[in-house]
């Protein structure tokens, strides 16, 4: 079974900076992919990244990109240039055999001014 | 509307009270999911609809919680005699496509249930 581990409950951060949250997964999948979501205090779930396990190249978008390390299982996440409203929390996930996503327990990022 | 809508935003409930969760997926996507998101905790998957079929519910934690989408669109997820610990949030989310590894979840703003 698919699990992601993310051993940062919370994140400080400078605005204007840059900031790594952590992800890591375990699959027995050969072909998986990985997401990051980020949760305003709104509470929806915002699409932010996406990583195919086949992918060469590390995924960008934006100020977003994932740092992939398939011989670590780490699906990092970096935000670079940090803003007042990135503050939020970050979800880490990967999708099963099934199509469902299983996520992380989450990093709470505050961006301070 | 161009996202997922769910309501009600929020639902106090007595213990032991019946309740029923909306969600209406973004027009034509084809796959529907709930999840369950405890305080804290990131969201856990109860069940998952491809159209009207109800292809996998092995995430529904006991039997008093059921959900259906008859046509295919609107989903509703009902909790029978609501106890403590099913306080939580509950999202729903769509996508387009069913069988997709990159497949985009869109997802509501969920409904806040607290039972009382």
């Known amino acids: 079974a698919q699990k992601i581990t993310q051993t940062q409950p919370g994140m400080f951060v400078q605005e204007k900076e840059a900031v790594t949250l952590d992800c890591t997964y375990d699959?027995?999948?050969?072909?998986?992919?990985l997401f990051w979501y980020k949760q305003p205090s709104s509470g929806e779930m915002i699409f932010l990244i996406y990583q195919g396990s086949y992918d060469e190249q590390n995924a960008t978008e934006g100020r977003y990109s994932l740092n992939f390390q398939k011989a670590r299982k780490s699906a990092n996440l970096v935000i670079s240039a940090s803003q007042l409203g990135d503050s939020a929390m970050y979800f880490c996930a990967t999708m099963d055999s099934s199509y469902k996503l299983i996520f992380g327990s989450g990093t709470r990022l505050l961006v301070r001014p | 509307g161009a996202g997922v809508s769910q309501s009600p935003r929020y639902k106090v409930a007595k213990r032991g009270q019946d309740v029923a969760l909306r969600c209406d997926p973004i027009?034509?996507?084809?796959?529907l999911f709930w999840y369950q998101q405890a305080l804290g905790q990131g969201p856990e998957f109860l069940t998952y609809?491809?159209?009207?079929?109800?292809?996998?519910k092995s995430g529904l934690p006991s039997d008093r919680f059921f959900a259906e989408r008859p046509e295919g669109s609107v989903s509703t997820l009902k909790i029978q005699r609501t106890q403590q610990e099913d306080s939580a949030v509950y999202l729903c989310?769509?996508?387009?496509?069913?069988?997709?590894?990159?497949?985009?979840?869109?997802f509501g703003e969920g409904s806040r249930l607290t039972v009382l």
């Open positions: 989310a769509s996508s387009l496509e069913s069988g997709r590894i990159n497949g985009e979840l869109f």
């Open positions: 699959t027995s999948d050969q072909s998986y992919g």
């Open positions: 027009s034509g996507h084809v796959s």
């Open positions: 609809f491809q159209n009207e079929a109800q292809l996998d």
